[in-house]
C-alpha cells in the first residue's frame, strides 16, 4: 500500500469514529485525536525525555499538550515555524510569565513569546517530538506528505545541534499505529518511542536515520520556498 493510500485510511478511520479533534476535517493535517493529553503525560515518564533540558516539539495540534508540559517543567522548547517559512522559535519558560505558558504552547502564542534562532545558533537538542498520520511498531512513520519534519531533522543535524542518533517520540491515537513495514523513503526520520493514550512502545528495531539533508533529493522549489534551507545550502555548502 502506498503511503497516501494509508494516510487516507487513517484519516478517514479517525473520522468515521470520532477520534479526529479539531482542526477538522484531520485530512490533510498532522490529526489531532482524543486522548493527545494522555499520551502527553505517558511521554513525560519516559527517562530521556523527564531529563531533558532542550526539547525540540513540532507546532502541530496533537502536540500542544506535549509542549504545554515541557514549558511548565522548565524545558527549552525549540518549536519549528509551520512550514518551517519562519525557521525556528526557541521558548524559554524563564521568559514566559507562568500564567502565559498555556498561550506560549499555541502557534501563535509561540510567535508572541518565542525568540527566532537560526538554527546553527539555537541550545543542543536533547530529544525530540514529531507528529504523524501513521506510524508502525518498529519506527516507521508516516507524516502528512510535504516533508517538513524531515527537512527539519536534516537541518537541525546538519548544523550540529541535534545528534543523529538522539531519542525521537511520537504521540499518536491507537489507531494510527499500524503492522510493520510501512513504506519509507530514503529521507524518511524514524522515531524511538510510539506513545498513545493507552501504551507506550519503544521501537527497538527502529530504520537507521539519514545523516543530514539528502541535497541531491532536495527538490529545488522546495529550496526557494524555505529560506532557512536556502540559507543554510548557501552558508554551508558553498
Known amino acids: 500500500m502506498r503511503k497516501e493510500e494509508i494516510r487516507k485510511l487513517v484519516w478517514d478511520r479517525m473520522l468515521r469514529e470520532n477520534i479526529a479533534r479539531f482542526p477538522l476535517p484531520p485530512h490533510g493535517r498532522i490529526p489531532n485525536f482524543v486522548g493527545a493529553e494522555k499520551a502527553a503525560k505517558l511521554l513525560a515518564e519516559l527517562e530521556p525525555f523527564a531529563r531533558a533540558e532542550v526539547l525540540k516539539i513540532n507546532p502541530d495540534s496533537p502536540q500542544r499538550p506535549v509542549r504545554y508540559w515541557a514549558l511548565t517543567n522548565g524545558k527549552k522548547v525549540v518549536m519549528p515555524t509551520p ?14 510569565p507562568r500564567s502565559a505558558l498555556g498561550y506560549a504552547s499555541t502557534i501563535k502564542g509561540a510567535f508572541r513569546y518565542g525568540t527566532p534562532v537560526k538554527p546553527w545558533n539555537l541550545p543542543r537538542i536533547d530529544a ?7 506510524v508502525d511498531t518498529e519506527g ?17 543535524v546538519e548544523v550540529g545541534v541535534l545528534d ?29 518511542y510510539i506513545i498513545t493514550p493507552t501504551k507506550v512502545i ?17 527538490p529545488e522549489k522546495k529550496v526557494e520556498e524555505i529560506p532557512i534551507l536556502k540559507e543554510l545550502r548557501e552558508r554551508f555548502r558553498r
Do not use: C, N
Open 83 to 96: 512550514r518551517i517559512r519562519k525557521g525556528f522559535l526557541l521558548l524559554d519558560p524563564e521568559r514566559i
Open 128 to 134: 525530540a517530538v514529531v507528529g504523524s498520520v501513521a
Open 140 to 156: 516507521r512513520r508516516i507524516g502528512k506528505g510535504e516533508g517538513y519534519s524531515e527537512i527539519e531533522f536534516g537541518v537541525l
Open 164 to 192: 543523529r542518533e538522539a531519542p525521537i517520540a511520537t504521540t499518536v491515537h491507537d489507531v494510527q499505529v499500524l503492522p510493520p513495514p510501512l513504506p519509507t523513503d530514503p529521507w524518511d526520520v524514524s522515531v524511538d
Open 202 to 218: 519503544r521501537a527497538v528495531k527502529r530504520p537507521p536515520r539519514p545523516e543530514g539533508i539528502l541535497w541531491e533529493l532536495m
